[in-house]
Nanobody
């Protein structure tokens, strides 16, 4: 069992940056692919980015490509989401998730463990 805790969210002006972190309770992240999802107010939770358990492969949704970067540090038991050039459309609760799979999934149903989420609000 893996417990995930997100941090780093907050209120940012458009054009600003944030770095989200997700720390795991155990040193087992190397066996999990990790993903970031977000849920805007009143909308479905959607895929943002994911990274393979080795860190060698990543996927990023088109809407944030070039602005967001996912990375991981297995030694620190942490996955990150660097968010640059934030826009109001990025406002959402951001969740990290772990998938006990070799594959890098973009569908939330594949993920086994979820953090509690962290709010990101981008003001115009």
């Amino acid at each position: 069992q893996v417990q995930l805790v997100e941090s780093g969210g907050g209120l940012v002006q458009a054009g600003g940056s944030l770095r989200l972190s997700c720390a795991a309770s155990r040193r087992t992240l190397s066996t999990y692919a990790l993903g970031w999802f977000r849920q805007p107010p009143g909308k479905e939770r959607e895929f943002v980015a994911a990274i393979s358990r080795s860190g060698g492969s990543t996927k990023v949704t088109d809407s944030v490509k070039g602005r967001f970067t996912i990375s991981r540090d297995n030694a620190k038991n942490t996955v990150y989401l660097q968010m640059n050039s934030l826009q109001p459309e990025d406002t959402a609760v951001y969740y990290c998730a772990a998938d006990a799979s070799v594959l890098v999934h973009t569908t939330l149903g594949y993920y086994d463990y979820w953090g509690q989420g962290t709010q990101v609000t981008v003001s115009s």
